[in-house]
């Protein structure tokens, strides 16, 4: 199970930092990853890391700007996001697989948590 939070109203130009907890059988993970939906687009990749590893992989368009980060300890994943645009507005969603993939794509994610609005102001 996932559990997101973090969300908010921010200017843009501001900050925001999502967590996502995990319970239940964590030591399955290969991956987690950030994705993210706005009103009528599909489902798109934000950023990816794995479990064990430091190696993280990002969409263009937060490359520079977002860092996801874990701490296993806590098994919390991080998305910190700085320089916030309005296009940045979406619903941002979590997700773990125990696969060996890459993470790009949805469909390769197992488990979803719920999503947290992220609402960017111009």
């Known amino acids: 199970q996932l559990q997101a939070s973090g969300g908010g109203l921010v200017q843009a130009g501001g900050s925001l930092r999502l967590s996502c907890e995990a319970s239940?059988?964590?030591?399955?993970?290969?991956?987690l990853g950030w994705f993210r939906q706005a009103p009528g687009k599909e489902r798109e990749f934000v950023a990816t890391?794995?479990?064990?590893?430091?190696?993280?992989s990002y969409a263009d368009s937060v490359k520079g700007r977002f860092t996801i980060s874990r701490d296993n300890a806590k098994n919390t994943v991080y998305l910190q996001m700085n320089s916030l645009k309005s296009e940045d507005t979406a619903v941002y969603y979590c997700?773990?697989?125990?696969?060996?993939?890459?993470?790009?794509?949805?469909?390769?994610?197992?488990?979803w948590g719920q999503g947290t609005q992220v609402t960017v102001s111009s």
């Open positions: 997700a773990t697989s125990n696969r060996l993939v890459d993470g790009y794509r949805s469909y390769e994610y197992d488990y």
């Open positions: 239940g059988r964590t030591f399955s993970y290969y991956r």
């Open positions: 890391v794995r479990w064990r590893g430091d190696r993280t």
